[in-house]
Nanobody
Framework: QVHLVESGGGLVQAGGSLSLSCVAS????????MGWFRQASGKEREFVGC????????SYVDSVKGRFTVSRDNAKNTVYLQMNSLRPEDTAVYYC????????????????WGQGTQVTVSS
């Protein structure tokens, strides 16, 4: 059984930083593109960023480029999302997800999902 468990969310002031982690179990972690999505209240879940199986390639939505960084440690079955220069509009529940499709941003390509962690950015 596959489990993805996010942690690291919380409340932070605008301009601050947070680091999210997602630990995976029950799957061959290094075989999956790992992605981060977010869903703000009343909005659809949107792609934030993803990282290739080896970690050599990443992709981001334009609104977080230069502020957020996705990384992974295949030895620890963990993917990270470092978020800097946070803005109130980054407030959302953040989800990690796993896909067999290379570096995809399509939500439907991700088969496995975590339960999410809340990030709140105050102004």
């Amino acid at each position: 059984q596959v489990h993805l468990v996010e942690s690291g969310g919380g409340l932070v002031q605008a301009g601050g930083s947070l680091s999210l982690s997602c630990v995976a179990s029950g799957l061959t972690f290094s075989a999956y593109t790992m992605g981060w999505f977010r869903q703000a209240s009343g909005k659809e879940r949107e792609f934030v960023g993803c990282i290739s199986r080896s970690g050599s390639s990443t992709s981001y939505v334009d609104s977080v480029k230069g502020r957020f960084t996705v990384s992974r440690d295949n030895a620890k079955n963990t993917v990270y999302l470092q978020m800097n220069s946070l803005r109130p509009e980054d407030t959302a529940v953040y989800y990690c997800a796993a896909s067999i499709v290379f570096l995809t941003s399509r939500r439907d390509d991700f088969k496995y999902w975590g339960q999410g962690t809340q990030v709140t950015v105050s102004s």
